[in-house]
């Protein structure tokens, strides 16, 4: 009875210790996936604007990435492709000095795609850049040249293998459960590639995707997030570690089920959210991987996805892949660097801004700062734009960005805007000044 009580005493404490615990670590989780609220995160989306490149040995036959496999090319052939996988011509420093030409800040790369081919020599699978004839790791000289540029360096990586024997799906048209597979082993080689990543190349973002068979759960997806947040608390991951996501449909998410950091749309415009971070992802061409004498999005197109992107507080995530040589295509080159060149006068609008407070439509997308609005104009043939009156503030100017100065007239409900009389030939922006903030003006409908 005596030496109970010191004993209960402790136990209590323990109890309460253990309490705080739980509580402190389930609230960084949720908070920082809800509102994204870390300064890498904040870090992140003030960088807008970003390099996907999708590459493998699938760009020798110029069919798409994972997909093809078992479709347009046999299981047996895709799966020998590395074999002749030799881009003598990868320069990473070309890639990266092209990135930054373009006025982007980070670039993903597939590191292993649906198909399983890893591009850099790591120690957990042969099926892997070493055994090919071009031997030299990929990641290297690119986490190099991204360090040189200042250029964040981020990993694409899929939940599913369908190369992997313990992934129990082998085809994407063949969803059969192999019984001789072993998810737990899967996950553990996962475990392993991600520490090898993570370890030897410092990744400051991964972009997870392919989580949505039925082999992987939200439950693995949490484990996972866990697991990579523990060897790098800094890190930040995309929401495709569970299945909850926007995806291609834009659906609209619930994000208290969502896995990662922010979520993902894919080739359509997140919508406009001011809690919620996010990155939308587009291919330049028709498909991810390269193809030959694919169709490039005009560069008007470019502009508008990435302003109207910015407009609804989102980051754009633009994807080219390189050729089975290893050059970037001089096609798409060109179209980056010529974004790159719209945004070295235009960049203000879009670096570091939030989204709104208007949502953005087919002729305009706004986006803030201070104490301005930039108002994107799509179509830059409109003579006015009459938007709806700001709460609250004042109008003191309104100018392009070339310096043009544009009159406002002021009526009970909106306000109208004369706009350039210039010849634009691509989308401009128009200044608005206000007496006051315009980062916390509430979006006005
Ligand atoms: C899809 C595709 C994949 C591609 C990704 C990029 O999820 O499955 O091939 O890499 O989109 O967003």
């Known amino acids: 009875m005596k030496n109970s009580t010191p004993d209960k005493k402790v136990n209590s404490s323990l109890r309460l210790f253990s309490l705080i615990l739980f509580l402190c ?14 300064a890498s995160l904040k870090n992140f989306m003030d960088n807008r604007f970003g390099l996907f490149i999708h590459w493998g040995p699938v760009s020798l036959r110029g069919t798409e990435i994972g997909w093809s496999r078992d479709r347009e090319v046999p299981k047996d052939d895709y799966d020998s ?3 002749e996988f030799n881009p003598v011509l990868y320069d990473a420093d070309a890639w990266v000095s092209l990135a930054k030409e373009a006025g982007m800040k980070y670039l993903t790369i597939t590191t292993r795609h649906h198909d399983g081919f890893c591009i850099w020599p790591t120690k957990y699978t042969d099926y892997n850049i070493s055994n090919t004839p071009y031997k030299k790791d990929i990641l290297k000289p690119l986490s190099e040249a991204c360090k040189k540029y200042g250029i964040k360096l981020c990993f694409y990586y899929s939940i599913l293998d369908w190369h992997h024997p313990d992934y129990p799906i082998h085809s994407a048209y063949d969803t059969t459960l192999d019984p ?3 998810m737990g082993r899967y996950i553990l080689f996962m475990k392993d590639q991600l520490r090898e990543l993570i370890t030897n190349y410092n990744p400051y973002m991964l972009w997870f995707d392919g989580q949505w068979e039925k082999p992987w759960t939200d439950e693995m997806g949490k484990e996972l997030y866990n697991y990579v947040k523990g060897l790098k608390p800094d890190i930040i991951t ?15 998410i619930d994000v208290l089920k969502m896995i990662g950091d922010y979520d993902t749309p894919e080739q359509v415009v997140g919508r406009l959210n001011m809690e919620l971070p996010w990155e939308s992802c587009f291919t330049l061409g028709q498909q991810w991987a390269w193809k030959p004498n694919d169709k490039i999005s005009s560069l008007s197109n470019c502009l508008s996805i990435l302003s109207k992107t910015a407009g609804s507080n989102g980051n754009l995530l633009l994807n080219v892949g390189p050729m089975p040589d ?3 295509e001089m096609r798409q080159a060109k179209r980056l660097k010529e974004i790159g060149r719209w945004l070295e006068e235009n960049g203000a609008a879009i670096y570091s801004t939030k989204g709104g407070p208007f949502p953005p439509t087919g002729s305009f997308a706004t986006t803030r700062k201070g104490n301005k609005i930039y108002i994107h104009v ?17 109008i003191n100017r309104a100018y392009t960005m070339s310096g043009e100065r544009l009159s406002v007239t002021t009526g009970e409900e909106s306000f109208t805007i004369k706009l350039s009389s210039e010849k634009h030939q691509l989308q401009y922006i128009v200044i608005l000044e206000l007496d006051g903030d315009a980062e916390t003006i509430p979006i006005i409908q």
Do not use: C
């Open 238 to 252: 995309n929401n495709r570690l569970g299945k909850e996501m926007a995806a291609t449909n834009n659906k609209k």
């Open 25 to 38: 670590v389930a609230y960084s989780f949720t908070y920082g996936q809800q509102t994204g609220a870390s």
């Open 81 to 83: 492709l590395y074999k």
């Open 378 to 394: 799509l179509e830059p043939d409109l003579s006015t734009l009459s938007l709806p009156l700001i709460p609250e503030r004042k």
């Open 180 to 182: 001789h597979a072993n």
């Open 326 to 328: 290893g050059r970037i």
